[in-house]
């Protein structure tokens, strides 16, 4: 099995900066995609950013340009750099591993953007 522990969520000012970290232990041999989703309060989960093994990203729009996703296979980890934080980023933050076609999510971590 996988497991996937993310760290890095916190309060900060709209227009600032966070950085996301999920760290993969156990079964990690064959993970293919990592990345996140995040889901506001009274919303869907929704799509946030993915790297696969080779190095390919996908964001989604709504944060193109301020998010940048990043992968340390050698230490098991993925990233994600959040700048240009606006209210609406605001969600939990879960982080995904791909293996097999069987996804495993972290528990979450909060980021509020709030001045």
């Known amino acids: 099995q996988v497991q996937l522990v993310e760290s890095g969520g916190g309060l900060v000012q709209p227009g600032g900066s966070l950085r996301l970290s999920c760290a993969a232990s156990?079964?990690?041999?064959?993970?293919?995609?990592m990345g996140w989703y995040r889901q506001a309060p009274g919303k869907q989960r929704e799509f946030v950013a993915s790297?696969?093994?080779?190095?390919?990203?996908n964001y989604a729009d709504s944060v193109k340009g301020r998010f940048t996703i990043s992968r340390d296979n050698a230490k098991n980890t993925v990233n994600l750099q959040m700048n240009s934080l606006k209210p609406e980023d605001t969600a939990v933050y879960s982080c995904?591993?791909?293996?097999?076609?069987?996804?495993?999510w972290g528990q979450g971590t909060q980021v509020t953007v709030s001045s």
């Open positions: 995904y591993a791909m293996k097999l076609g069987i996804i495993t």
């Open positions: 156990g079964s990690i041999f064959g993970i293919n995609t």
């Open positions: 790297i696969t093994s080779g190095g390919r990203t």
